[in-house]
């Protein structure tokens, strides 16, 4: 039996898992700081 | 005041943990890209295959680190959550709360690859066997952390219900540790003890890198999200318009 599927899967698993926990606080972090910067943008413009 | 002292009473504040943590996040993923790269080539390349694994070993450097990384980060959160539950530290709390998806993604990493190996080396996927099975309950402990914490509004009352879970979860982080030994398990034993190592040095070495590798992962990410969370529950706190209006986000 080939080794080399069950070696390639491994390690692409475990680099979309690794790099879905690495981005996912970026991504939330930025629509994040962009609602907050829209919202502070509509409070000034209200004033 | 001692400076160790100073430096806790610092970290509780979330302006200044907050200012810190973007100074540390940047040299923490330098350097865990650095022994990810070094310890990726000589898993890949350089080490060579086992006389009973063959090339699957090559599959241990990834399932071996992520398997330490989930019983460790579940350590850490069962005294994150004793430390918040007994002082009322905030910062505790979101550290524990957002090690939880770090931990899940370690797990889950080690079921994988486990499961991965499992297949060329013992003829099959999953086994429900003493070590398979507690990890696979220490997944379910983490979505339950995850789970209780976002079923509460309030983010300090969520944060007491996931550090009473996290501090009896941990229970089973023993159970997964001395399975091997407790019971007739077809998972091997320890190759790495505190006491030395029967792995070759030609293999130890990747091992130990990948292993540091996570551990700056953790580091790093733990220190995104806790930033985001601290962000996010004090939006309309002075500090964090400050951080917005002066675009240091």
């Given amino acids: 039996m080939s080794h080399t599927p069950f070696i390639l899967a491994a390690y692409a698993a475990t680099a979309v898992v690794l790099l879905w926990a690495a981005l996912s606080p970026v991504l939330q972090r930025r629509s994040f700081t962009k609602e907050l910067k829209a919202r502070k943008q ?6 | 005041m001692n400076p160790i002292v100073l430096f806790f009473h610092k970290t509780g504040s979330p302006p200044w943990f907050y200012r810190f943590s973007g100074k ?9 890209l650095l022994l990810t790269t070094v310890g990726l080539y000589l898993a890949l390349f350089v080490s060579p295959p086992d006389y009973q694994q063959g090339e699957s070993v090559r599959i241990m450097y990834l399932h071996v680190p992520a398997a330490w990384m989930s019983m460790m980060i579940y350590g850490f959160m069962a ?3 004793f430390i918040a539950l007994v002082w009322r530290i905030r910062i505790m ?9 770090v931990g899940a993604a370690f797990t889950l990493i080690a079921l994988i690859t486990g499961s991965l ?12 066997d003493a070590r398979l099975t507690s990890e696979l309950v220490l997944l379910f402990l983490y979505f339950g952390v995850m789970a209780l914490y976002s079923a509460f509004d309030e983010p300090r009352k969520a944060a007491r219900a996931a550090s009473l879970l996290a501090i009896v979860g941990a229970v ?4 997964i540790h001395y399975s ?3 019971w007739n398990t077809l998972h091997q034993g320890p190759s790495v003890t505190a006491s030395g190592s029967s792995i070759h040095p030609s293999m130890l070495w990747p091992l130990l890198l990948m292993v540091g590798a996570s551990k700056f992962y953790y580091g790093a990410n733990l220190l995104s999200r806790a930033r985001l969370r601290l962000f996010q529950q004090d939006r309309r706190k002075r500090w964090v318009q400050d951080v917005i209006s002066k675009d240091q986000v």
């Fill in chain 2, 172 to 175: 089973n982080l023993p159970i």
């Fill in chain 2, 24 to 32: 540390l996040i940047p040299w923490l993923w330098t350097i865990c």
């Fill in chain 2, 117 to 128: 190996w499992g297949r060329p080396t013992w003829g099959t996927y999953w086994e429900w």
């Fill in chain 2, 79 to 81: 005294i994150m959550g």
């Fill in chain 1, 42 to 47: 509509h409070m000034d413009n209200k004033t």
């Fill in chain 2, 180 to 182: 091997v030994e407790w």
């Fill in chain 2, 93 to 101: 709390e979101v550290l524990l709360i957002s090690s939880a998806p």
